[in-house]
């Protein structure tokens, strides 16, 4: 399974930005899917998943203001990132599972990776 993370960016305060994850074979459809995103100095941490089901989940931090969401024809993970803060700046990682249900929040769950891309949240 191969991941490629695009979208990232600067941008200001309440500024928006839509991450893509382009995922190679079926595995948008069947896998479940995830975004993480590690700052400086910090953990990498859980931001939303999607299962293959459809179903959603989100990290508190984010909830309301973030959207994942998937396009099976295109084998494409998507993160819709509204009203954005200085302290949603980040190096952004998109992940997937064959598991295809909604797992624990840890990035250990997770078996592929994509590299990330960066976003930067100006004050």
């Known amino acids: 399974v191969q991941l490629q993370a695009s979208g990232g960016g600067l941008v200001q305060t309440g500024g928006s930005l839509r991450l893509s994850c382009a995922a190679s074979g079926r595995t948008v459809s069947t896998y479940t899917m995830a975004w993480f995103r590690q700052a400086p100095g910090k953990e990498r941490e859980f931001v939303a998943a999607?299962?293959?089901?459809?179903?959603?989940t989100y990290a508190d931090s984010v909830q309301g203001r973030f959207t994942i969401s998937r396009d099976t024809r295109k084998n494409t993970m998507y993160l819709q990132m509204n009203s954005l803060k200085p302290e949603d700046t980040a190096v952004y990682y998109c992940?997937?599972?064959?598991?295809?249900?909604?797992?624990?929040?840890?990035?250990?769950?997770?078996?592929?990776w994509g590299q990330g891309t960066q976003v930067t949240v100006s004050s």
């Open positions: 992940a997937a599972d064959p598991r295809g249900v909604l797992l624990p929040a840890h990035m250990g769950n997770y078996r592929y």
């Open positions: 999607i299962s293959s089901t459809g179903t959603t």
